[in-house]
């Protein structure tokens, strides 16, 4: 049987996730709630649950500090959290589960069901690692893990020229030639980058904007840094072009 450990301060909070436990998920051993990094320490050491089911803000650190102090992550991991920070987006382009606080008995569902579903436990230390990275990295230089058809690839965000979307996902075209196929729709990942230089410049395509060479307003095309012609929504000129000078200045 499968263990879950919960680590929440927040006593009324803690109940509540209980019980979405019990009654989802009958399959798995509920563990006893724990409320601060020292007590999960000593709860994963002790007990080796399989799944956490991690508040971020504890009183005496973060979930952060918690993953830091542990060598290996044999279990996978859910963050909860009520601050809508930094942290989050870290978080998200590490491709980890998530779910904000206060949440929808189906969102905390959804999240421990994808937690379950990870592929194995070598790439859950992968996606940690890259996690604790991305807390601490500039922003452009933040890792983004995307999920494939059979396993995961870790990028830098700033070695992405732009997203393409295709039947039945998208395609992620990298600086190095290597193009990613995720089976995920092209507008997750627009929102995903919004704050960080990528514009959608057609319905197809999500630019990095710190590739963009040069705008051609005529023939409604982008050309990239590597020569690569991209067309652009007639409509969206002026912004780009806006946005463009943003960045580069």
Known sequence: MKKILIVEDDLVMQRIIEGVIRHHFPEFELLKSVVSVASAQ???RDFEPDLVLLDIILPDGTAFDLLRAIEMYHFEVVFMS???DYMQEAIRFSSVSFVSKPFDVSDLVLAIDKA???ISESENQHKIEILLSNTVLPASDR???FPTVDTTHAVSLSTILYGEAIPGGCIMHI???KDIFIPRPLRRYEQLFSNYAFFRCHPLFVVNLRQIESVDEFTASLYLLDGTQIPLEPRKY???K???QDVTL
Do not use: F, P, S
């Open 42 to 44: 000593e709860a994963i």
């Open 82 to 84: 009520e601050h809508d």
């Open 116 to 118: 379950c579903d990870a």
């Open 143 to 145: 890792m983004v893990v």
């Open 175 to 177: 600086e190095t030639g």
């Open 238 to 240: 002026e912004l780009l």
């Open 242 to 244: 806006q946005r463009h």
